[in-house]
T-cell receptor
Framework: DTEVTQTPKHLVMGMTNKKSLKCEQH?????MYWYKQKAKKPPELMFV???????INESVPSRFSPECPNSSLLNLHLHALQPEDSALYLC??????????????FGPGTRLTVT | DAKTTQPPSMDCAEGRAANLPCNHS???????VYWYRQIHSQGPQYIIH???NNETNEMASLIITEDRKSSTLILPHATLRDTAVYYC??????????FGSGTQLTVLP
């Protein structure tokens, strides 16, 4: 199974709502990632988890709160978002191969619209 | 990680080889060259990666110049389903992928 699943596929939320995005993989990967992709732009890294611990936070606003409850699951909790946060949110996972040698497997993404 | 330069767009006839160039003149010794592609509205898909030697898998071939300052991704027999944005990315031990603007490859019937 080389699949990364993300739910929901689409999400519309108001600026006062709290919602969560979910990502799951069963490839035994111990690194998981969140990316944000605005329309017609490349993906931008938000967070990296290594062995269930947050290892990289790319200066993401605190209204985005990641969580890695176990090695297979990655959540992104959303609160008090702004309309400019509307984007495709991508999850990815990878193994820990030789330093620098690994491939990331991406999920299909969650299309988020903030109204 | 060092940056890459790719042409913004390329066309290729169906059934012909697609050769996508990438310049990375400031590549460091420990940086790998990765290629991903993203078909419209889907998540990026890993294609291939290499350090120094040329690499081939079931999807593509990667040719890296001897000085490692440039590389070429080759799709040997392009199909309409290969139409996508192709990203050339350098990544070292930090396991971070920094996506550039990529090349929009359009395979024409």
């Amino acid at each position: 199974d080389t699949e990364v699943t993300q739910t929901p596929k689409h999400l519309v939320m108001g600026m006062t709502n709290k919602k969560s995005l979910k990502c799951e993989q069963h490839m035994g990967h111990r690194a998981m990632y969140w990316y944000k992709q605005k329309a017609k732009k490349p993906p931008e890294l938000m967070f990296v988890y290594s062995y269930e611990k947050l290892s990289i936070n790319e200066s993401v606003p605190s209204r985005f709160s990641p969580e890695c409850p176990n090695s297979s699951l990655l959540n992104l909790h959303l609160h008090a978002l702004q309309p400019e946060d509307s984007a495709l949110y991508l999850c990815a996972s990878s193994s820990f191969g030789l330093a620098g040698s690994y491939e990331q497997y991406f999920g299909p993404g969650t299309r988020l619209t903030v109204t | 990680d060092a940056k890459t330069t790719q042409p913004p767009s390329m066309d290729c006839a169906e059934g012909r080889a697609a050769n996508l160039p990438c310049n990375h003149s400031t590549i460091s010794g420990n940086e790998y060259v990765y290629w991903y592609r993203q078909i419209h509205s889907q998540g990026p898909q890993y294609i291939i990666h290499g350090l120094k030697n040329n690499e081939t898998n079931e999807m593509a071939s990667l040719i890296i110049t001897e000085d490692r300052k440039s590389s070429t991704l080759i799709l040997p027999h392009a199909t309409l389903r290969d139409t996508a944005v192709y990203y050339c990315i350098l990544s070292g031990s930090a396991r971070q992928l920094t996506f550039g603007s990529g090349t929009q490859l359009t395979v024409l019937p």
